[in-house]
C-alpha cells in the first residue's frame, strides 16, 4: 500500500513539472515570434516616435535647385488645395485627404520632438517623390490648438535658414500654421517661383483661406548684409497699417535683443515690402500683417537666430491669446 502511494506522489509530481516545463517552453515561443507577452500588453501602446520638425524641413528644403522645379499650379489644383486646408481646419481631416489625393498631395500627422505638438503636415506627394517636380510647398497645422495665425516662407533655402526661423517660430507659441514655399525663388521662368510677388500659386492660395479667417500673419525675409549696411533687421506692416502695435511690440523685443532694427511703420527703410502680394491681400482685407527682414548676419548665428525667433514668439504667442 505504501509502494503504490509512493509511486502515484512520483507520478503526480512529475507531470506537474512536466506541465510547468511546458508553460514556460510556450511562453518562450510565444515571445519569439512576436507577439506582446501579458506583461508588455499591461504597459500600453508604445507612443509613435517623435520628430524633429525643424530638422524635418530642412531635409526638405534641401533638395531645392536654384534654377527648375517648378510648375505654375491650375486654378483648379489652387482650388483644390486650398480647400483642403478649409477641410483640416473645420476638423474633417478625412475629406481633406480625399480631396488632396486628388492633386497628389498627401496628410500626415507629425509629433514634433522638440515642442510635442501634433501638426498636420500637408506635402506634395508627386514633387517630393522625384516624379514630378512641380515645387508647390507644404503647409503645417497645429492640431492640438485652434488655428489663431500663420508664419509664411516665401523664400526657402533663397533667404538662407529662413526656413529654420520659420520652424522655430511654429514651434514656440500655440495655435500657428506654417506655409512654407516648395521652390527655390528662382526656380521658375520669369519669376513665377517668387511666391511673395505672385497670386497664381499654391502659396498665395493657401494664405488666401487663411485670410478668409482673419488670421493675423507674419512673413519671414532675409537680406544681404550689403543690400542695408548698419541694419541688423527691418520690421514693416507691408501695404496697410492695421499691425502698428504688434510691429512696435516686436522691434521693442529685437532691440533688447541688441539688433539694429529699421521700423518701417515710422521711418523710410529699404526692403519694406509695401508690394508683397500677402501683404496687399491682408491689407485688402484690414488684417494684421507684419513683414520681416534679417540680414545674413543674425540668420547664420544660430544664437542671434534664436533669439529673433523668441521675439517674435512673445507676439505670436499674445495672438494666440486674443
Avoid at 525643424?54 to 528644403?61: G, L
Avoid at 520659420?166 to 513665377?192: Q, T
Avoid at 484690414?286 to 542671434?304: A, M, P, Q, Y
Amino acid at each position: 500500500m505504501r509502494a503504490s502511494l509512493t509511486r502515484w506522489i512520483t507520478i503526480t509530481a512529475l507531470c506537474g513539472a512536466a506541465a510547468a516545463i511546458c508553460a514556460v517552453l510556450a511562453l518562450l515561443v510565444v515571445g519569439s515570434s512576436g507577439t506582446p507577452s501579458v506583461r508588455r500588453a499591461d504597459a500600453g501602446p508604445q507612443q509613435p516616435a517623435g520628430s524633429d520638425l525643424e530638422e524635418r524641413i530642412a531635409r526638405f528644403t534641401a533638395g531645392f535647385g536654384e534654377h527648375g522645379g517648378y510648375r505654375i499650379p491650375t486654378t483648379d489644383e489652387r482650388t483644390t488645395l486650398s480647400q483642403a486646408i478649409a477641410f483640416v481646419l473645420d476638423g474633417r481631416p478625412e475629406d481633406a485627404r480625399t480631396r488632396l489625393a486628388t492633386v497628389g498631395y498627401t496628410i500626415e500627422t507629425v509629433t514634433d520632438s522638440v515642442s510635442g505638438r501634433r501638426y498636420a503636415e500637408m506635402a506634395d506627394g508627386l514633387g517630393e517623390s522625384g516624379r514630378e517636380s512641380r515645387g508647390w510647398g507644404r503647409v503645417y497645422i497645429d492640431l492640438d490648438h485652434p488655428a489663431r495665425w500663420s508664419v509664411q516662407v516665401p523664400h526657402p533655402l533663397a533667404d538662407a535658414r529662413t526656413e529654420l526661423l520659420g520652424a522655430r517660430v511654429l514651434r514656440g507659441a500655440p495655435g500657428g500654421i506654417l506655409v512654407i514655399a516648395g521652390a527655390h525663388r528662382n526656380a521658375g521662368k520669369d519669376g513665377a517661383a517668387d511666391m511673395a510677388h505672385r497670386r497664381d500659386s499654391v502659396f498665395n492660395a493657401v494664405i488666401d483661406e487663411l485670410a478668409h479667417r482673419s488670421l493675423p500673419a507674419i512673413q519671414l525675409h532675409g537680406f544681404a548684409n550689403d543690400s542695408f549696411p548698419g541694419r541688423d533687421a527691418v520690421v514693416s506692416t507691408g501695404a496697410g497699417d492695421k499691425a502698428r502695435a504688434d510691429a512696435a511690440q516686436l522691434s521693442a523685443s529685437l532691440r533688447r535683443e541688441g539688433l539694429n532694427v529699421c521700423t518701417a511703420y515710422t521711418e523710410r527703410c529699404r526692403l519694406s515690402g509695401t508690394e508683397n502680394e500677402q501683404g496687399q491681400l491682408a491689407a485688402g482685407k484690414d488684417l494684421r500683417f507684419l513683414h520681416i527682414e534679417l540680414n545674413k548676419t543674425v540668420r547664420g548665428d544660430d544664437e542671434t537666430l534664436d533669439r529673433a525667433a523668441a521675439s517674435i514668439t512673445q507676439l505670436t504667442d499674445s495672438w494666440y491669446k486674443l
